[in-house]
């Protein structure tokens, strides 16, 4: 099965993170449990952006 949602449990480092990816352009809600979903005018070099910026945080 194929979807565009990708559900992430952030933890504690929920607000940490999303003031991490806002100046990056990335808005993530504060929550502990993420929901993310992609819309049609998203592309792969969008997803690619946002992966990165996730690994930015967590390689801290």
Known sequence: ???NMVFADIGKNAHALADHM??????IDRAENLRMVTHLDITNDDI???V???HSFYDQ
């Open 1 to 3: 099965m194929q979807t």
């Open 22 to 27: 806002k100046p990056q352009g990335i808005l």
């Open 52 to 54: 990165q910026a996730f």
């Open 48 to 50: 690619v952006e946002t």
